[in-house]
């Protein structure tokens, strides 16, 4: 029943490592996104694919590294972790990734937290 | 740069009130703006949107305003009900070009019973 559905809830790990984040969506989208909310509940888009293609990347450090298999999955590999990537990253998705009266729909977030 | 952002950080109200959450934008290029609430845990939840050709919108229970003149967006919630509670955000979108959301600071919606 899900639309979109990320994996794992709460991801806690050290300082260096490296560690991958899943999502998918059942929505027969052709767009999806990866954001980033901090501490003070403030959403950034990161990445957007659309059709297994990056078409957005904001500002995001190389250690950030998207992978879409294919157009209903959209995966967040992260190197190197450092302690400022602490945060609740968020995947959507949206049925074009044109701009129109269409809504993106989120996941229920990652909870990344670095020690 | 330009952004979306909100007057209010935290909203108190009583059960059975109406609510009013506002958000400004400085991009007048913005064409399409929406209203997403986020629950403790989860992720934002759309609840209305409005293109720029229309200044009002109304679902149920909410209400969207849209101020073009002065850049100024409004959510309004009839008969507030505890579950209302949760944080409130405005985003918007340009007129052209990829769908990029830009996110306001989010307002805090508390309910009394």
């Known amino acids: 029943d899900t639309a979109v559905s990320q994996t794992p809830k709460y991801l806690v790990t050290q300082m260096g490592n490296d560690k991958s984040i899943k999502c998918e969506q059942n929505l027969g989208h052709d767009t999806m996104y990866w954001y980033k909310q901090d501490s003070k509940k403030f959403l950034k888009i990161m990445f957007s694919?659309?059709?297994?293609?990056?078409?957005i990347n904001e500002t995001v450090p190389n250690r950030f590294s998207p992978k879409s298999p294919d157009k209903a999955h959209l995966n967040l590999h992260i190197n190197s972790l450092e302690l400022g990537d602490s945060a609740v990253y968020f995947c959507a998705s949206s049925q074009t990734n044109r701009v129109s009266n269409q809504p993106q729909h989120f996941g229920d977030g990652t909870r990344l937290s670095i020690l | 740069g330009e952004s979306v952002g909100l007057h209010l950080p935290t909203l108190s109200v009583q059960e059975g009130d109406n609510s009013i959450i506002n958000c400004a934008y400085s991009?007048?290029?913005?064409?399409?703006f929406i209203w997403y609430k986020q629950e403790s845990g989860k992720g934002p939840q759309f609840i209305i949107d409005i293109r720029s050709n229309m200044d009002k919108r109304q679902g149920q229970r909410v209400t969207v305003l849209l101020n073009k003149t002065v850049k100024h967006l409004s959510l309004q919630i009839a008969a507030t009900q505890p579950g209302d509670s949760a944080v409130y955000f405005c985003a918007e979108t340009p007129g052209s070009g990829y769908s990029t959301l830009t996110f306001g600071k989010g307002t805090m919606l508390l309910v009394s019973p």
């Open positions: 694919y659309n059709n297994k293609e990056l078409i």
């Open positions: 991009n007048s290029a913005s064409d399409y």
